[in-house]
């Protein structure tokens, strides 16, 4: 697909519709295939499991590498950008990191990684991370990247269950002023692994200590033959699994395989930011998140395109660190959160100007509902007018970009992500469960027909994995989000609509944040919440009921100690912002918690709170009302 106008546009999405199967197979001859597929999809959302290219053989990174490193070996594949702006940045052209990766991927056999075996990586944003996930794909190996924001117990959990025997880390990340302990939290974790035999630390400091299994990765790269043979697997192979939150507590693990996976970020990216030859690509994300794995890993490289990767944080050493990366790389495309443009935006204008952004083409949007007058600053202060802003909606889920216009090609609209990409087909739900049929609507948005990026299962847990998201809607994949469509067609997405809250773009369980503080020893029952919040989107609010041993704590105080005690069950991202204390939970006569009370408090909205007549205890209503709109958390 090579879309550079609407009408191209239309054509394409018009072909998907007619002959779904035909056109995705017609795509896979952009890449480079060990043996072509010649079935497109098999199976179905009300016959599952669904396949892509089930009788495809390739290897990923034969496309992401090989074919580059053959045509322009001399091309910068990666700007690397340190944490410190006075260090150096580094480029890595296609020809270095073939043998990068092949140097790693040796390592990994070394240490007797083989294929369908899953290496962990808890690591900051440094090259070798990029490099360690292609490895993995080089020898048919599967990735599981954990976000270095996880604590010891969070990591230790989706260790084991994915089976790691190997865990990649680094002694220390380097985020802004902080130095960020990762091997301490891996020593930590990998004592309630018994599997992991061995773990590989980069370290910048070549006198680091090393403890019993753990090797330094710098001097095994240094060591290892730059040559490795790609393994092929077959297109339905495991190519990584990537934990994210679910509405219970237990992280799910998805299962993404490597063929459709493929095809679908690499066309994705090629259409929807319409990369060119010469294009400097830049995407915030870290490597511990789908958008870091679609659309800095494997999109960009997929294209043969040049990215920047950055380490450090927007704002440090100040709120200019973005916009003179910008400058200094003469960066054409930039992909980042909401979550970041309203910090940089408080920050103030006086950090943007004064920067060369003349370079910019594209602006890009993830991970959560840009508002308005974020957009609006974006377009005119790092846009200046002139760069089409794609707001693209998808998940760790769907693999690539689901939802967005084709930069300069099909309409931008402020806070609407607009059209579904070819192949996409979305569904507004109404209350019966029905699709609904006019085009102005608004509800529960589901996908009707599978896609080749797709992930096909929960790993070790398929059951699960249906009953999350075939469930609701008989033979459709519910996304967990609300939607509304305009007359045009253009869909809006208005946010989570299970349990599931978008803090700073990141996804967290409410039901994970309560089943770890429940078990703190001065709470004995909570109900966590997403809140509105300027910067982050949304925040965590807890109210809870706390035990005989919290007594003559103020809320205060305890809030500080339950976050110290989410910091080690979860991680710092999943911290609370409010702790109320409530007399009792707002409970229907089977005991659930009616949460809409909790949503309405919060939101100081008593005019649409609805029927609570079917509350055991329909006084607490106003108890919690009133306590928040003092924001005064009472006393224990
Ligand atoms: C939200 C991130 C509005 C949404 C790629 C989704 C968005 C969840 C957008 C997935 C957007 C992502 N507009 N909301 N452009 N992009 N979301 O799995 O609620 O970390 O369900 O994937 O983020 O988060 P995840």
Not at 165 to 172: A, E, I, L, M
Request: glycine fraction near 8%; hydrophobic fraction near 40%.
């Amino acid at each position: 697909m090579n879309i550079s106008t609407s009408k191209e546009f239309l054509e394409n999405y018009q072909a998907s519709q007619n002959q779904l199967k035909d056109f995705w197979l017609k795509e896979c001859k952009n890449y480079e295939w060990k043996t072509f597929p010649t079935q497109a999809l098999e199976g179905s959302f009300a016959e599952l499991p669904v396949k892509w290219f089930s009788d495809g053989v390739l290897n990923i990174t034969e496309n992401c590498l090989d074919r580059h490193a053959r045509q322009t070996p001399n091309k910068v594949a990666i700007i690397y950008e340190d944490n410190d702006p006075n260090e150096d940045s580094l480029k890595i052209t296609y020809k270095e990191l073939l043998e990068r990766v092949s140097r790693f991927a040796n390592v990994l056999k070394d240490h007797n990684i083989k294929k369908g075996d899953t290496v962990c990586f808890y690591m900051s944003m440094v090259p070798e991370l990029l490099v360690g996930v292609l490895a993995c794909a080089r020898i048919g190996a599967v990735h599981s990247v954990v976000f270095g924001g996880f604590s010891a117990a969070a990591l230790a959990n989706r260790i084991q269950d994915c089976a790691a025997t190997v865990v990649v880390t680094c002694d220390v990340g380097e985020r802004g002023a902080k130095a960020i302990p990762l091997k301490k939290v891996v020593d930590e974790a990998i004592e309630q692994c018994p599997l992991v035999k061995s773990v590989l630390v980069f370290s910048r400091d070549q006198n680091i200590s090393l403890g019993k299994g753990e090797q330094n990765l710098l001097e095994l790269l240094n060591k290892a033959v730059p040559i490795c043979a790609p393994v092929h697997i077959g297109a339905e192979d495991p190519l990584f699994i990537l934990y994210t939150s679910g509405s219970t507590g237990k992280p799910k693990g998805l299962l993404h395989t490597s063929g459709g996976y493929m095809v679908w970020v690499g066309e994705t990216f090629k259409n929807i930011f319409q990369y060119k030859e010469g294009d400097i690509f830049w995407c915030t994300a870290d490597i511990g998140w789908i958008t870091g794995h679609s659309y800095m890993v494997y999109g960009p490289l997929l294209n043969g395109a040049t990215q920047v990767m950055y380490e450090g944080l927007p704002n440090w050493p100040d709120s200019r660190r973005f916009w003179q990366v910008i400058d200094k790389h003469k960066v054409t495309h930039f992909y980042t959160a909401p979550t970041a443009i309203r910090a940089l935006e408080a920050a103030g204008e006086a950090y943007v100007q004064g920067n060369d952004l003349s370079s910019l083409k594209v602006l890009g949007s993830v991970g959560e509902p840009i508002n308005e007058e974020a957009w609006q600053w974006y377009n005119k202060n790092v846009g200046h007018g002139r760069c089409p802003i794609v707001d693209t909606w998808w998940q760790t889920e769907t693999g690539g970009i689901m939802i967005s216009s084709l930069a300069g090609v099909t309409a931008s609209i402020p806070t609407y992500a607009t059209k579904p990409f070819p192949g996409v087909f979305p569904a507004l739900m109404s209350q019966d469960g029905n699709e609904l049929t006019n085009t102005e609507a608004e509800g529960p948005l589901c996908i009707t027909q599978p896609w080749p990026g797709m992930a096909r299962t929960i790993y070790k847990d398929h059951a699960r994995y249906e009953q999350t998201y075939f469930s609701t809607y008989k033979g459709k994949y519910f996304t967990g989000d609300g939607a509304r469509r305009d007359r045009d067609g253009n869909y809006r997405i208005i946010g989570r609509i299970d349990d599931v809250v978008n803090v700073s773009g990141h996804r967290i369980g409410t039901a994970e944040v309560e089943d770890a503080i429940n078990q703190h020893d001065c709470l004995v029952e909570s109900a966590v919440i997403g809140a509105p919040h300027d910067i982050k989107g949304q925040c965590l609010v807890a109210f809870a009921i706390a035990t005989q041993s919290a007594h003559g704590k103020t809320a205060e105080e305890l809030l500080q100690k339950v976050n110290a005690f989410i910091a080690e069950s979860i991680g710092p991202i999943a911290k609370l912002e409010q702790l109320y204390l409530v007399s009792g939970l707002p409970k229907t006569r089977s005991g659930k918690i009616m949460r809409r009370v909790l949503r309405k408090a919060v939101e100081q909205d008593k005019k649409t709170l609805g029927d609570t007549s079917t509350l055991v205890n329909p006084e607490i209503v106003d108890e919690i009302f009133k306590m928040v709109e003092k924001n005064a958390p009472h006393r224990a």
